[in-house]
């Protein structure tokens, strides 16, 4: 874990959730995230995200040459990003990964 990754992770914890970017499941703390193997940021060409879940980062990512996760190729341009925070009802449907 980078200290770029943890203040990464510390941001969103100060929201008071870690919500992932993709797919929307959220948990409650940075060492929630942590133990679940989320992936604190990655890139989608010179665009960063973040966080992804283990199971987006998993599906939809690998790692670059620089040690950084990025969306695989041929999902490039085909993940929606949920900018707009949920309204947080505690009760959290995992969607997957949203294909086009
Ligand atoms: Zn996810």
Redesign the pocket.
């Known amino acids: 874990m980078t200290q770029e990754a943890m203040a990464w992770f510390e941001e969103e914890d100060e929201i008071g959730v870690i919500r ?1 970017s ?4 959220a948990v409650d703390s940075v060492e929630e995230a942590l133990d679940c193997e989320w992936a604190p940021f990655f890139y989608e060409g010179n665009d960063q995200h973040g966080p ?2 283990a ?2 980062s998993s599906a939809l990512m690998k790692m670059d040459e620089f040690g950084e996760m990025e969306i695989k190729e041929e999902y490039r341009g085909k993940i929606h990003y949920l900018d707009e925070p949920l309204e947080d009802d505690g009760d959290y449907v ?1 969607m997957g ?1 949203i294909y086009n």
Not at 22 to 25: A, E, L, S
């Open positions: 992932c993709i797919c929307g499941v992804a879940c199971g987006c995992f990964a």
